[in-house]
């Protein structure tokens, strides 16, 4: 390639993938739409329970659900949702005509009205608004009063909406999403999430209503949560988001396939190129062929088109297709499509700027330097859904990992003192912190953050490490700090 081709193919990845990845309650464009296999399994009606870190999709399949031109466009993969209308119960953007914020929550909840209860007031009103029946909804609270005061009349109006779908052979969904913001009291948020889990486990007995819940791992993790009778039919039901590396590079040609204009169309030629057909048109949607979905040796041609065979200048250095997600996993092995995506976009700035003369539109040190940026884009993720986090790896800048516990529980007790419990933490606490620095440790190695080395010493994965200032002989380079 030309110095003036890769200049235009570094300015089509840059144009191409999103500056940011987050919806902040947007409809999602039907040109991102990609379905890894587990993904699949969740979007289906039966699925109640969908699990997920942060940036693996639970909020952008709660809006696609919401969207029915994108419904229709699953229902090629999953019939049920293109005759589905789909209700929220509970999200990120405030409708307190359709579910009270945490605010009012709480409010109720210190009225000794059971949470239990204020679900079954939010089915109240999914189902009055369906069937067109009035019920108490001047305030939240007479909502509740109604269906705790009047259980025959509450459970009629779910057998009416039942039989409406059924009529119409349609189905009805609704839909939970960011539970982590509906309290921020562990034990409380234990309170609200299991008597959801409740009010959804008996809406399956009305074939035609269905609830999806999604919650993330550390909130599914705690035992409290799923105490109840017949909690197992819930929770065989299960699923979790995950990405493979053959789904992260899948992700990357959809969207490049789909880039706007001549941008769409420098990248589908590379496209082209590798795979000797061009990609499918329909819809106004272009999706690449199942061999590129899901062969990693195809895929890893492509991707050595636009950023070469080695991450420098032989084999000893790794190979950019492995690397760029390798590096991205968090201390459980799991890559985020976020940060994938923030990285390769970082890594064609940073060459163009840095190396515009190179002979590949990605420079190997330039996709480091996306690592960087990706973790610093992490971090403050993290940052915003445990903000203790950040509390605590402050006092940790410039250690170099691996090393002992000891090193950090004492850096920790120099900037705390030796009680974690003392701490004024914002938001949720960390879970185990009555456990003390040992405690701290375990929801850190939960979270993907820490990981525990077989001598017993604490490492990190560059996808943290970089962002939160930590070193490490021969690795990615901290970045610089953001607090």
């Not at 239990?116 to 009103?125: E, F, P, Q, S």
């Not at 939970?176 to 299991?194: C, E, G, H, K, P």
């Not at 420079?363 to 940052?383: P, T, W």
Request: charged fraction near 25%; proline fraction near 5%.
């Amino acid at each position: 390639m030309t110095v003036s081709n890769n200049q235009t193919i570094r300015q089509a990845i840059i144009e191409t993938l999103p500056s940011d990845t987050s919806l902040h309650g947007r409809e999602p464009d039907k040109r991102s739409v990609y379905i890894p296999p587990s993904h699949l399994k969740a979007l289906r009606l039966e699925c109640s329970l969908v699990i997920g870190a942060r940036g693996v999709g639970k909020t952008f399949w709660n809006a696609a659900l919401n969207s029915t031109e994108i419904r229709n466009i699953l229902g090629a993969c999953v019939p049920d949702l293109s005759r589905v209308e789909v209700w929220t119960g509970f999200g990120e953007r405030p409708k307190l005509d359709a579910y009270p914020d945490s605010d009012v929550i709480d409010a109720l909840l210190k009225k000794d009205i059971s949470a239990y209860h204020i679900w079954r007031a939010v089915l109240g009103r999914w189902a009055a608004n369906i069937v067109s029946e009035p019920i108490p909804c001047n305030s939240w609270e007479a909502s509740v009063e109604w269906v705790t005061n009047e259980p025959e009349s509450f459970s009629r109006m779910l057998e009416r909406i039942n039989d409406f779908f059924s009529a119409q052979n349609k189905h009805g969904l609704i839909v939970f999403d960011a539970l982590d913001r509906s309290s921020a009291d562990w034990q409380t948020m234990d309170t609200i999430v299991r008597d959801l889990l409740r009010v959804v486990l008996s809406l399956k007995r009305y074939p035609f209503l269905h609830g999806k819940i999604f919650l993330r791992e550390d909130q599914f993790a705690r035992r409290q949560i799923a105490d109840f009778p017949d909690a197992s039919k819930l929770l065989s039901t299960r699923v979790d988001l995950t990405w493979a590396l053959h789904d992260l590079h899948g992700l990357l040609w959809q969207l490049f396939c789909n880039g706007t204009e001549l941008h769409g169309v420098t990248l589908r030629n590379i496209y082209e190129d590798g795979v000797g057909s061009s990609p499918d048109f329909n819809v106004d949607v272009w999706s690449i062929s199942d061999s590129v979905k899901r062969d990693e040796q195809v895929q890893r041609s492509l991707f050595s088109k636009i950023a070469g065979e080695w991450m420098g200048r032989d084999r000893r250095r790794g190979v950019p297709y492995l690397w760029s997600v390798g590096h991205l996993a968090d201390g459980q092995g799991r890559t985020s499509p976020r940060s994938f995506l923030a990285a390769i976009r970082a890594a064609a700035e940073e060459t163009e700027a840095r190396y515009p003369s190179h002979l590949l539109p990605l420079h190997y040190e330039s996709i480091k330097c996306g690592v960087q940026n990706a973790s610093g884009i992490r971090v403050s993720e993290m940052a915003e859904d445990y903000p203790w986090v950040k509390t605590l790896m402050q006092p940790l800048q410039g250690l170099t990992v691996p090393c002992t516990f000891d090193v950090i529980q004492e850096r920790w007790c120099e900037a705390f003192g030796s009680d974690p419990k003392t701490i004024s933490f914002t938001g949720l606490p960390p879970e185990h912190v009555d456990a003390e620095w040992y405690g701290i440790r375990k929801d850190l190695e939960s979270l993907g953050i820490f990981e525990s080395m077989k001598d017993g010493r604490v490492n990190m994965p560059d996808l943290y490490r970089v962002g939160f200032g930590l070193g490490r002989r021969g690795g990615v380079k901290p970045a610089k700090s953001r607090y």
